[in-house]
């Protein structure tokens, strides 16, 4: 699959999005403006985080929880704006430790979906990511990190879905391309065609957008796989289609993400590969999806667990642990660990890679190969330090792992808002990702 090539120069229109709090609408503590972009948008003209300058207090919250310096202060008074529209990843960190709750969301495709649903012609599909299971729960009174995927399947159908699809499939997929890519960097060292070390996760689309703006030379390090949800939009659209013989062209594909800048992603037309208008139709976030689920009366918390639909609907259950930072990481040396050793890993369960913040290493010893060396980063400071030394020729490591968001996905910034309990609903959920992992059983 192609992906994460540099990015061409703008082709789609500008965008024109409407002033702020025009057409807004509050969704789980958050405002949001309903504003779809349109296909052929570029998607760079378009600002999915945006500050309400009449709602600031100046505090600075915003400022310091931005990694990349795009929001800053633009008078004595300290109200914010974002200066810097090409430095912002959408990463949404700013808008979650905004205490006064003046930052919103520029785009919103609930509206446009909410017509989708209700229109024969269109079959509608769901894309949900691993995360989205472990936050939609408490939007719903549950304990933070509670995994609520069952019925989150379950109010899906609900809401009219045709089909129950999974981000978790692709997510799989991705341990098979991305470990699969590694080992090929690995053993082509030294030919006239090898590509460089270490390689560089490339599923989080702040981080993508980060080393595209400040370290395109590094470009050639990235993994050329697309993201989970950027292989998952074309499948369905395409493979999706052939098997329940359906037009692509009535597929209407939803990622579903705990993260804003996914909106971003969904909408670059340079990932679109099925041949239609767009490989991702709409994108929204955890918070939304909770919105639509309260819109439409659906009692939750009394649904029963329900599974999703085959074929793009099944996993193996090694992708759970992707919404935690150093999952993606785990997932793919699992598979490279095998093919290099040729022996079983002992234990699947690598979790020394696994962060909660700052910046992991770990030497994997592999029999018969010798030793991997790798590195997971949380936050974009972090992945700034790791790039640095890449750049500068010192870095030691064959893999990295680069999340935009402290702690990864479970803290992205599309996940429910509450910040007295973000610490302890990050800490909570990563201790139910792992402890479902350990109880799922990976099919060979
Ligand atoms: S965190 Fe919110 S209130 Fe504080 S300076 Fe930033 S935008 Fe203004
Ligand atoms: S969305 Fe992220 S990168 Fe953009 S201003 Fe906010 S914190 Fe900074």
Redesign the pocket.
Known sequence: MSGCAPKSPPAGAAAVQPAVNENAKRMEGVEYSLYAPPVGVDADTVRFVR?DESK???????EEYCASGAIQSINDE?I?RIVDPVACMNCGQ?LTN???G??YEGVSFVDELAAKLKDPNTIVVSMPAPAVRYGLGECFGASTGTYVGGKMHAALRKLGFDYIWDNEFTADVTIMEEGTELLHRVKSQGSKDAMPLPQFTSCCPGWVKFAETFYPDLIPNLSTCKSPIGMLGPLAKTYGAKETKTDGKKIYTVSIMPCIAKKYEGVRSELDDAGYDRDIDATINTRELAYMIKAAGIDFNNLPDEDPDPVLGESTGAATIFGNSGGVMEAALRLAYEVLSGTKIPSPDIKVVRTHEGINTADVHVPNFGTVKVAVASGLDNAAKLCDEVRAGKSPYHFIEIMTCPGGCVNGGGQPLDPEIRASLFRSTVAQINKRFRARKIKA
Do not use: M
Request: glycine share 18%; aromatic share 6%; net charge negative.
């Open positions: 500050v600031c207090e100046g505090c600075g919250a915003c300290g914010h700013c905004c205490p006064y003046a930052i």
